[in-house]
């Protein structure tokens, strides 16, 4: 089954603060992953994918196939990080998305 | 360069009435998604096009959801008759389509449809 996880609905931290995103994942093959981004009154846009391994507006994620884990990361955390947070996974051969249930991120002044 | 595209924005009807959404994807983008986001959780695909023919609609409540793209462009979606649970966010999405049924392409997502049903 394919399934993607992220343990935290709600994320509070202060600006200036390191910031971690959690997503575990379930999927038999080598899927492709990605992070998604919704701001206030934005549409769903793509934040970064783990194949292009580069960082967006301060943003990291690895891939760690072992613990299948995704968890994007960000050092100092900036007022216009807040946010919805969705992991998101690509089965192998396939176009479509399968979702996580997403994570608020609110960065506190 | 313009993005997708839908509407209405809003729509609220009750309980076994029936409701269309629209959808333009991006001037040449060959895949197109519907997606359904329920409040609180992330989306889920109801159905994908490859121009104008079906991919996946694995997931699609085929007994009262259906879903064309005549033309290979625009697309609707229809809810007949629409139950409590189907209030949600519709979302639709394209990609380029470049590479068939493999992976790969980025997916611009519309502002979507917010629907309630009474």
């Known amino acids: 089954a394919q399934r993607v996880t992220q343990p935290e609905k709600l994320l509070s931290v202060f600006k200036g603060a390191p910031v971690e995103l959690k997503c575990n994942y379930s999927?038999?093959?080598?899927?492709?992953l990605f992070w998604y981004v919704q701001y206030s009154r934005q549409r769903l846009q793509l934040l970064l994918r783990h194949i292009s391994r580069e960082s967006i507006k301060g943003f990291t994620a690895d891939l760690n196939k072992g613990e299948t884990s995704f968890h994007l990361k960000k050092p100092f955390a900036q007022e216009e990080d807040s946010a919805m947070y969705y992991c998101?996974?690509?089965?192998?051969?396939?176009?479509?998305?399968?979702f996580g249930q997403g994570t608020r991120l609110t960065i506190n002044p | 360069e313009a993005g997708v595209a839908q509407s209405p924005r809003y729509k609220i009807i009750e309980k076994r009435q029936s409701v269309a959404f629209w959808c333009n994807p991006i001037?040449?983008?060959?895949?197109l998604y519907w997606y359904q986001q329920i409040l609180g959780q992330g989306p889920k695909l109801l159905i994908q096009f490859q121009n104008n023919g079906v991919v996946d609609d694995s997931q699609l409540p085929k007994d009262r959801f259906s879903a064309e793209r005549l033309k290979g462009v625009d697309s609707t979606l229809k809810i007949q008759p629409a139950k409590l649970e189907d209030s949600a966010v519709y979302l639709c999405?394209?990609?380029?389509?470049?590479?068939?049924?493999?992976?790969?392409?980025?997916?611009?997502f519309g502002p979507g449809t917010r629907l309630l049903v009474l």
């Open positions: 998101a996974l690509r089965p192998r051969g396939a176009q479509k998305l399968v």
């Open positions: 001037s040449g983008h060959a895949t």
């Open positions: 999927y038999s093959g080598s899927p492709e």
């Open positions: 999405a394209s990609s380029l389509g470049l590479r068939g049924t493999g992976g790969g392409e980025t997916q611009y």
